[in-house]
């Protein structure tokens, strides 16, 4: 058997590591502000298994369920393990989704937001909640418009009392990544906001460049995925 440290998943992590720390010393900024998210979708427990060998502890799912088949039993070796949601949330999972994640990615919709309290209260647990704004302004797009993003964030507070602690994007397809990357770190910062989620395996270094606190990387680490059918 192949040891888990010569797994390909270690090599591509390790690259995806070197890369980040000459982007954050390119842009001046301290590596260890940058926090890797692994995103292991469509790759099974073992690939987990490989990358958590190679010391990554901090990974993203974009479904519910699928985290959920996958998580509890490598959680149960590796107890320091992070997960976040980084997918659409549907309110009837709510439920799975507070039980199983670290961090919810996708806070998108006021109904949403009045869902996780409720469920928050119920389980007591809480997870910390992320902000996506739709920073392309697409309008199939999810997210909160950047210009909306004030009165959402007052509400889940004040209404709903969740503990909101970044803001998430994923900006237009084809377009240049780096304005909208710095429109989000920049509403970050305005709303002293700790953690700026954005940048996935085409373009993490301008994320950095701009600001990027976590970065979502799943190609680069565990290859390329079948295609959404
Ligand atoms: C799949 C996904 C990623 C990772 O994308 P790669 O291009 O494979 O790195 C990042 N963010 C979100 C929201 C995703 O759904």
Not at 51 to 60: I, K, L, M, P, Y
Not at 76 to 88: N, V
Not at 115 to 135: F, K, S, T
Not at 167 to 180: F, R, S, T
Request: aromatic share 4%.
């Amino acid at each position: 058997m192949t040891p888990m440290t010569d797994h390909p998943v270690a090599a591509a992590l390790s690259a995806v590591r070197a890369r980040i720390a000459t982007a954050a010393d390119a842009a001046r900024r301290d590596p260890r502000a940058v926090t890797l998210v692994a995103v292991s979708k469509t790759h099974g427990a073992d690939a987990v298994r490989a990358a958590v060998a190679a010391g990554q502890r901090v990974f993203g799912e974009n479904r519910v369920q699928e985290a959920k088949a996958k998580f509890p039993e490598v959680r149960a070796e590796t107890p320091d393990l992070e997960l976040h949601l980084i997918g659409p949330l549907q309110t009837n999972k709510v439920k799975d989704a507070i039980a199983l994640f670290d961090v919810i990615q996708t806070v998108d919709r006021p109904k949403l937001a009045r869902e996780l309290a409720r469920e928050m209260a119920r389980q007591g647990r809480r997870p910390h909640c992320w902000i996506e704004v739709n920073v392309g302004s697409e309008p199939q797009k999810a997210g909160i418009a950047p210009s909306e993003v004030d009165a959402f964030l007052a509400a889940c507070r004040a209404d709903y009392g969740l503990p909101v602690t970044g803001l998430m994007c994923i900006p237009p397809a084809g377009e240049d990544p780096a304005p909208h990357f710095r429109l989000l770190a920049d509403l970050a910062r305005r709303h002293r906001l700790p953690a700026v989620s954005m940048g996935m395996s085409g373009d993490y270094e301008a994320a950095i460049a701009a600001g990027a606190t976590h970065v979502r990387v799943g190609t680069a680490i565990f290859g390329s995925r079948p295609p959404v059918g």
